[in-house]
């Protein structure tokens, strides 16, 4: 299994990575929210909120894989 500079596997590097960019999106999503609100676009205020959604998702899939990968071969020496 590869790794990266890090020590951890590229796998749980490439998770993380994923995961950190969903939650801040989804963080900034919100604001985009009240941006469409406040200019009474509701259809835009209505896709964000979708978009936001789906990085929830998307963060909590990454979350699920790398509980699987805790422990594993594949983790990384942090999580052995």
Do not use: W
């Not at 985009?32 to 909590?60: C, G, H, I, P, T």
């Amino acid at each position: 299994m590869a790794t990266g500079e890090t020590g951890f596997a590229d796998v749980t590097y490439d998770l993380i990575s994923v995961q950190y960019h969903a939650l801040k999106g989804g963080h900034d999503y919100g604001q985009y929210v009240r941006d469409a609100e406040n200019a009474n676009l509701d259809d835009l205020a209505q896709f964000f909120r979708e978009v936001m959604e789906q990085d929830s998702a998307r963060a909590k899939r990454c979350h699920e894989f790398l509980a699987k990968l805790a422990g594993s071969e594949h983790g990384g020496p942090a999580t052995q």
